[in-house]
């Protein structure tokens, strides 16, 4: 899928997202092999350590419909700011197992910039199953 497409679809979630306490609305689309694009938007709770980011929603509703890593072309992140807004420690230790390593990750900002990326770029010592 066109990276300009899954950035569209990271728009759409991005207006899914309930951040009552933020304010920082984010959307998340991952492109699949057989033409999928599923959704996820970052959804907030009073007890702030019980809210889920968009990444994690989007790729735990991947694998919830039955879908794997080797499954998975693209994600793409959206988010109204001033500023690049990339995954967050948690978002990335879960994409490391669960996304493939040199798949494309594209960010994109309400102020227009961009950076495209993958996951093996953003943690590149991560812990693994090697480390157990």
């Known amino acids: 899928m066109d990276s300009k497409l899954l950035i569209e679809k990271a728009k759409e979630a991005q207006k899914l997202s309930y951040s009552p306490y933020s304010h920082f ?3 998340a689309a991952i492109a699949l092999k057989d033409g999928k694009v599923i959704l996820g938007a970052n959804i907030e709770n009073a007890s702030y350590g019980l809210s889920m980011c968009a990444e994690r929603n989007a790729l735990y509703a991947t694998y919830l419909q039955g ?5 998975i072309c693209a994600l793409a992140l959206y988010a ?3 500023k690049l807004v990339t995954p967050c420690g948690a978002c990335r230790q879960v994409l490391q197992e669960l996304f493939p390593l ?9 102020n227009g910039d961009s950076l495209n990326t993958t996951i ?3 943690l590149p010592y991560a812990f693994d199953e090697e480390n157990l």
Do not use: C, M, N, R
């Open 25 to 27: 609305a984010v959307g």
């Open 120 to 122: 093996k770029e953003l």
């Open 80 to 82: 109204t700011s001033d």
């Open 102 to 110: 040199d798949a494309p990750i594209y960010i994109e900002t309400s």
């Open 67 to 71: 879908y794997k890593k080797e499954d």
